[in-house]
């Protein structure tokens, strides 16, 4: 059965031949295994240049990004390797963090756990999903832009204003003596503009 916060691994970069690919791994002993496998030392927050070794056998030169949660995507601790855009090269030093440890990440598993640990909310992990799948420039900005929050702050918006006007209508119920009737403009003025607020989104997100 597989644990929620083991350690897991996977490519995120396409295996097919290019200059550049790159394997991330995730979780509390993402350092260890990094440790294990790599030339040299290397600390969080440094880029770090060396080697992937097995059984003191040079895989392939390569640059490491460590990154200490929670400071990286995940909130965990993070290892970034990048490598040659071999294939053979990106399943060899995959096999070797497997035999290390980690387990295949599940697709989608580095983004939820990033949901998990807080580090995006559920509209965020949408757009980064829309966003690797846009079919136009479009579709693409609109996925980008809520990214970086967009999104959360409109539907928070239309939130705190249907939040107003329920503590309104709640307090002139609870206390008629005190608190004077809500207006039926006023609500129908909010319910309306709260309508028109979430189409409005709902047509953005159409053309992506």
Known sequence: MQNLFDTITSPITPLSVGGIGAIRISGED??????????????????????????????????????????????????????????????????????????????????????????IDLSQAEAIMDLVGAKSKTGAIISAKNLDGALSIETSKIKKDLAQILAKIIASLDFPEDVAEVPYEEIEKTLISSKEKIENIGGKTEVI
């Open 30 to 119: 993402s350092f260890k295994i990094a440790k294990k496998i790599f030339s040299k030392n290397f600390e969080a927050g440094q880029i770090t240049h060396g080697w992937i070794v097995k059984d003191g056998v040079k895989i392939d030169e390569v640059i490491l990004l460590p990154f200490k949660a929670p400071k990286s995507y995940t909130g965990e601790d993070v290892i970034e390797i990048q490598t040659h855009g071999s294939p053979i090269i990106i399943k060899e030093i995959l096999n070797l963090i497997l035999d290390n440890g980690a387990r295949m990440a599940d697709r989608g598993e580095f983004t939820k756990r990033a949901f998990l640990n807080h580090k």
